[in-house]
T-cell receptor, first 115, second 114 residues
Framework: GAGVSQTPSNKVTEKGKYVELRCDPI?????LYWYRQSLGQGPEFLIY????????DSGLPNDRFFAVRPEGSVSTLKIQRTERGDSAMYLC?????????????FGSGTRLTVV | AQSVAQPEDQVNVAEGNPLTVKCTYS??????LFWYVQYPNRGLQFLLK??????LVKGSYGFEAEFNKSQTSFHLKKPSALVSDSALYFC????????????FGAGTTVTVRA
């Protein structure tokens, strides 16, 4: 597609529920990234995929968070047993390569609210 | 570890006046520096980057940034601000060791009044 698509744009869920956030990167982009932006803060790195594999998941806050990219394109961020502290904007980005010359393209994000 | 700091939470300017958004960095090795803009309920849009070369970098929408190694700064500038420039601006640095990873500042809210 023309840009990085994230669905849903907004998600409200009850504490303790399971949620899935989807990211559809730009066609041909092999690198995919998830970031989390809490209110009043800059985005924070969660996980990076190169192809199908998670090359770095060091930013995932705990084992309730998991992400997959089974075919090297669409990625899903999964959050189990959601907590109110998980409320944030979840941003996905993709790039053709990973070196600094290669620019990220960010999606519009999914705003997750846990009530 | 690489990091950036944005010392101002808010910047307010009148339309037509110069706009400056400040950023300082702390890195080991060569800095790879970026500016992004975020409009309400939207993702981040790339404005410009410094990798190497000229210290004055020109970007989108008339923005430019000056890389100053001695002051470890990378301030974003626009000679004549527009009301439509009102948004949230983030400075970021790419990690030297893991160059896929961006570390962002806390952001600066810019308000341009008519």
């Amino acid at each position: 597609g023309a840009g990085v698509s994230q669905t849903p744009s907004n998600k409200v869920t009850e504490k303790g529920k399971y949620v899935e956030l989807r990211c559809d990167p730009i066609s041909g982009h092999t690198a995919l990234y998830w970031y989390r932006q809490s209110l009043g803060q800059g985005p924070e790195f969660l996980i990076y995929f190169q192809g199908t594999g998670a090359a770095d998941d060091s930013g995932l806050p705990n084992d309730r968070f998991f992400a997959v990219r089974p075919e090297g394109s669409v990625s899903t961020l999964k959050i189990q047993r959601t907590e109110r502290g998980d409320s944030a904007m979840y941003l996905c980005a993709s790039s053709y390569r990973t070196e600094p010359l290669s620019d990220y393209t960010f999606g519009s994000g999914t705003r997750l609210t846990v009530v | 570890a690489q990091s950036v700091a944005q010392p101002e939470d808010q910047v307010n300017v009148a339309e037509g006046n110069p706009l400056t958004v400040k950023c300082t960095y702390s890195v080991s090795g060569n800095p790879y520096l970026f500016w992004y803009v975020q409009y309400p309920n939207r993702g981040l849009q790339f404005l410009l980057k410094y990798i190497t070369g000229d210290n004055l970098v020109k970007g989108s929408y008339g923005f430019e940034a000056e890389f100053n190694k001695s002051q470890t700064s990378f301030h974003l500038k626009k000679p004549s601000a527009l009301v439509s420039d009102s948004a949230l601006y983030f400075c970021a640095v790419r990690d030297f060791a893991n160059d896929y990873k961006l570390s962002f500042g806390a952001g600066t809210t810019v308000t341009v009044r008519a």
